[in-house]
């Protein structure tokens, strides 16, 4: 029997956006298929290690919590996600984590830096907070899906050249309001601004992460009526 094991990346820290729903859903849909799960975590100071899980997760994070984190990743984690990115785990970052996988996050005089997983950068522009839910579409080697949620974001993000974004928003500002990217999906590598929780809005896309960590195919459980009406709740909350 097949175990998911799940690592999230500062827990207590980067958490704002009802991430722990996030994980309560991989547990939930790896239970009901008898697939076993594993949780773990690792905080400020601890290291990392990159063969100990298949899907490493962060969730949202203020600015504040992200300058304690920022250098302490660099420092003791840099290295050991590079490794798992290369091994083909799934890595998904929302929102704060996200900003966080790139080159960097420029707050005004401090710029932040980032672990370099992706090509990209975030800068604190002046204007309003990119607010709102948010539709995008999305392929995951499925076919094309949509992925809602809601974003809630000061920063900014922009793709390096060719660097692939997680989908084309339908709705809603996205990376940056302006060039029409949501997110960053290299390999598997994901990061996106989407929250309210991710997963437990888009079922298909958790079962799609689970499939990608593990290197197997699911079986569509039998009921999933609740799942889909929660997805189609976001949906039409993002006008697609
Ligand atoms: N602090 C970051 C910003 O405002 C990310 C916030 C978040 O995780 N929603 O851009």
């Known amino acids: ?27 939930a849909r790896c239970e009901w298929r008898g697939l076993g799960f594993e949780h773990l975590a690792s905080g400020l100071g601890e290291p990392l290690d990159p063969e100990a899980a298949d ?16 250098e302490d990743m660099v420092e003791t984690k840099r290295e050991a996600l590079h490794a798992a990115q290369d091994r083909d785990a799934v890595i998904l970052a929302v929102c704060g984590g996200y900003q966080l996988l790139g080159s960097s996050y420029q707050l005004g ?6 672990v370099g997983l992706v ?19 999305s392929d995951l080697g ?39 990217f949501e997110g960053v999906h290299r390999g598997n590598t994901i990061g ?6 991710l997963l437990p809005k888009n079922i298909w896309l958790a079962d799609r992460l689970i499939e990608l960590a593990l290197g197997i195919e699911l079986e569509p459980l039998a009921d999933d009526s609740l799942e889909e009406a929660a997805h189609m709740s976001a949906r039409r909350a993002a006008g697609v």
Request: aromatic letters at 8%.
């Open 192 to 197: 996106t601004y989407l929250h309210g929780p």
């Open 119 to 137: 090509d990209l950068r975030t800068v604190r522009e002046p204007g309003p907070r990119l607010i709102g839910n948010c539709a995008i579409s």
């Open 1 to 27: 029997m097949a175990t998911l094991r799940v690592c999230s990346l500062y827990p207590d820290l980067m958490n704002i956006y009802a991430d722990r729903g996030n994980i309560a859903v991989l547990r």
């Open 109 to 114: 005089d401090l710029a932040l830096p980032g």
């Open 55 to 70: 899907f490493f997760y962060m969730g949202g994070g203020q600015d504040r919590d992200q300058v304690a984190v920022a």
């Open 142 to 180: 499925s076919g094309p899906r949509i992925i809602a949620g809601f974003e809630n974001h000061g920063g900014r993000t922009y793709l390096g050249e060719g660097e692939p974004p997680l989908g084309r928003v339908l709705n809603g500002f996205g990376n940056n309001g302006r060039d029409g």
